[in-house]
């Protein structure tokens, strides 16, 4: 014992009565006394409408961006959107980060929750402790569960656990993702201006020569000149037509078909952007057809009568749209030449329900019976010659397929060794052309030839091919939606005005140009609106290396369509000199628009991604987020009442915990991992 000192009595009163003496050890047990029993708890309201509302929000906003902001089946040669996408595009991430971390806050309760209940409780202290540091929401966590059942080690986590752990990681996977699904691009979007335009309209359609519009069709498809649309160039389709089908409308300017046939399209002014809302214009469709068999062909059919020809009669002088090769609106028109080391002899014809667009074709337009349409036809006989020269190697001269059923030749050699016109063959022929023509003695026994064709040798008969096309067209309003580069409601309003004392004479319906083009362009010419590579020179000569192949005749006669077209509807120009302001269309301008990213086939997948974060956020925070408890979250100051509980449990431990993780130790397995107290209720 120390010596005693004298102290105040306050002092003394301090003073242990032994120095050495210690406060007497207070027995530890596995349960709280009874005045410890934890009362009924309380409920976290914003926490848990935190939970339930955040994923909703966020949900909601990425369906709103992929099918508000960006509307199914939009054209994708166009990317047409709405203001701000540039906006809305960085904001879903910087919203998307925030849900994340957001919708983490909500579920640290619906945990703390969940882990009172019986039904969530974990089996042990180990696995209890993974619901430390909310392990469930960060990448290391979810490393090292994998790692653990790649390892097959025992698992030391439990059901809720993994619960909470899929939905942090389905959102933190989406997130990203989502950057592939949906992106940024140039675009355009309303204004509130009128756009300057190129094109006819209803007061001017017919005012114009046609002394100028034949020649130019004609010289634009001899070029080769791509049939692309001026301007901005969109060929409006029926919505519901898979425009990246057709090579012509992948991209733009949009340009007309040379190997697939044309759907319906409606051709409208064109502006240097895409314009929207109503405009007046050309609507037609034409599908091009290679000929195998003569059965298949109804004018060139030498087995034509009138009843086949019927529904393209004679018309009234004073329409005078017809193609310049017939007064009326049928015809057959053959023609010979010789190209090189290549003799040809062609055959076209051509019948016109309405020669004019005068409102009488607007009863005939039927664009799925295309085959009561306009109609054209071409056959188109081949033969080799020495070139003058020197003979071309490899030349190609398969055709397939080719027309069966013809009887007889254009060309037959005579008894003395000449070749001269077939008699048997033009004779048939003529009648009906005479018949047909509504004129007498304007086709002969001879054809285009002249009496003999001596001069020639040829070497190859090339067995015919041929191609037919049907056609629709009339003229009307429609209304133009920028968004997916489709027409819709279109009002038929044919019979543009008309002055006689201006315009001798309307514009003709499609397919006159297009015949007057393949009749007047001869054979030679073909080569050239293909684009084929240039005649062999041979001194002052020139030789081919081929024969016009079945799909070269399609292609030609759809180029001929092409240029009829754009010819009807711009006059074949493309610069904006003539330009005028439509009155009715809506402006566009160039801006940042938001559109489908290079993986769409993601949107679904992220839906289905967003859909179970959102679901399970949801339904935890209803059946769990309001409930009472204990602990807000799992947070430290929980974890250290409940130490006060396992005391006993871990001081034998103490030793291991110095030295090795919580699922290392193998006492800590069987330590018990509930947290639920007693309750007062």
Known sequence: MHELRNFSDDEQRLLPADDYAFPQKQSHATTRPLLAIQGPGR????????????????????????????????????????????????????????????????????EAAMLERTRWEVPNL?????????????????????????LRKRRDTHRLWIILASLSIVFFVALPISGLAIEQADGYTYTSGRPTVVGRKWENFHARDKNHYYPNAKIAWEAGAPPQVPGFGVLYTQKGLDREEYDGLAKVPNTLPLNE????????????????????????????????????????????????????GSHRDSEAGYSEVTQRGRGIFDYFEAAGNILAYGQVAFGQKWTAYNGSEVDYYKPDDLDNGDLLEYALWQYRIPPSYKEIEDFSDDLDPTIEGFDGNPIVKASNGSWVPNTTFFGTLSKTQNNMSDTTNLFGDHGPFNTSIAGYNITHFAAPIGVQCRTMSTLGYAMLDPWDSTFSSFEPMSDPLFNFNITVSRAPTLGAMAATTLHRGRYSKIFSSLNHPAAIIQSNSHAYDGYIKPMDLKRTVMRAYAMDLLQLMYDGKYGFEGGWEHPNLTATEESKVLTLGEFPILVPIL????GYWALGCLLLGIFYGFRRRQNETMDGYAYFRLSTDLADDVKPLVGALMNNKPDEIDGLWNVPGSIKHAVIV
């Not at 402790?129 to 059942?149: D, V, Y």
């Not at 059919?301 to 009138?306: E, G, I, Q, R, S």
Request: with cysteine.
């Open 43 to 110: 409920r976290y309201w914003f926490r848990s409408l935190v939970l339930i509302l955040c994923p909703l929000i966020i949900v909601g906003y990425f369906v709103v961006i992929c099918y508000w902001l960006n509307r199914e089946g939009g054209d994708s040669a166009v990317n047409f959107g709405r203001h701000g996408g540039r906006w809305v595009f960085y904001s879903w991430f910087f919203i998307g980060v925030i849900g994340l971390d957001l919708s983490r806050y909500g579920l640290l309760g619906a």
């Open 607 to 610: 839906m289905v991604m967003f």
């Open 261 to 312: 046939s044309m759907p319906e399209v409606f051709l409208a002014p064109q502006a240097e952007n895409p314009v929207a809302d109503k405009a007046w214009g050309l609507i037609a469709s034409y599908r091009c057809e290679i000929i195998d068999n003569v059965d298949d062909f109804v004018l060139l059919n030498p087995k034509v009568t009138p009843d086949a020809w019927k529904d393209w």
């Open 126 to 150: 180990v696995a209890l402790l993974q619901h430390s540091n909310n392990t469930w929401s960060s990448p290391s966590g979810w490393g090292r569960f994998f790692a653990r059942l790649f």
